[in-house]
């Protein structure tokens, strides 16, 4: 004769049943949805990307959020002579800034060389001509300023010539450029450096 289970062990057995299928959907991420398909796995949770200023840092240094700035890069760190560098400048500043712009100079960069273990300032590469101008570029200003506002970029193309009828190219070595600008449109005080750039 089969025995009954007593009415309060069976509801502790119920429970325990319970308690262990929940913590099992749980752990291996299962949702119970009414429907055709019964228990279906979760769907994939948003991916949240943190940014830091680096990439690489000492033992011990802090990490932190990545710096607003203005940056000048080069498409590429090695050339040979005659190929065109491509120049970006771009504004992450959270206000404008102000070069020198496209007259009566058509070059905002300063080009510096790698000679005896210093940088040399080689002076204006008069070549560096504006290919794609920022969004809000209505023109030349009459005051040789332009704006760059935040979240803009200038592209720009030289040639490796310094002068607008020099038929010679640069000399072989280690050369990057300098771009001035201001946050107000007479006070060109600040200076960035591009990426360091070998012509061959």
């Not at 055709?36 to 011990?60: H, M, N």
């Not at 010539?161 to 005080?189: H, I, P, Q």
Request: hydrophobic share 35%.
């Amino acid at each position: 004769m089969n025995k009954k289970i007593p009415f309060p062990i069976a509801i502790i057995i119920i429970v325990v049943c319970a308690v262990l299928v929940g913590i099992i959907v749980w752990q291996y991420g299962f949702i119970l949805r009414i429907g055709p398909s019964g228990l279906s796995p979760r769907p994939p949770e948003k991916e949240v990307t943190i940014a830091t200023d680096k990439t690489e840092y000492e033992q011990g240094e802090t990490v932190g959020a990545p710096e607003k700035e203005v940056v000048i890069t080069t498409n590429k760190t090695e050339y040979e002579q005659g190929e065109t560098v491509e120049i970006t400048i771009s504004n992450g500043l959270e206000q404008p800034i102000w070069y020198v712009g496209e007259s009566p100079y058509p070059s905002c960069c300063t080009l510096f060389k790698w000679e005896e273990n210093k940088w040399v300032n080689l002076g204006v590469p008069f070549n560096v001509k504006q290919v794609v101008p920022p969004a809000s570029y209505s023109g030349p200003s009459p005051i040789d300023a332009e704006e760059l506002k935040p979240g803009e970029s200038i592209h720009k193309e030289w040639n490796m010539k310094m002068g607008e009828w020099s038929e010679r190219f640069l000399e072989k070595g280690k050369y990057r450029f300098g771009f001035y600008y201001g946050l107000s449109k007479k006070n060109y005080t600040e200076i960035i450096y591009s990426n360091e750039f070998t012509i061959k």
